[in-house]
């Protein structure tokens, strides 16, 4: 039987994040942001990202998969999670 609560290190847990990021017009004149700078990942609940930094008043992303564009990821973190998958799959 599969668990379906999260646990510690679950890949569902981790979300995007960036440090510097810009606001534009959508095409139905809403702001959305958009980041400017790389995107690390970072789990709910720390204050650090997947690599290390303190990222404690940088944008979320909640609704940004960190996979989504992998040419703008942090590749420390792109490489920490894909270790954490792996290792989540197989279990
Ligand atoms: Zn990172």
New binding site residues.
Partial sequence: MKAQRMRPGDPRRFFSTAQFYRLHAASGGELVSEPTS?V??KEMGTRL???G?PADNWFKYCDLPFDNDPSDR?P??VSVLAGLRRNHSSQ
């Fill in positions: 790389p690390h990942a990202t997947v690599c930094l942090c420390e973190c």
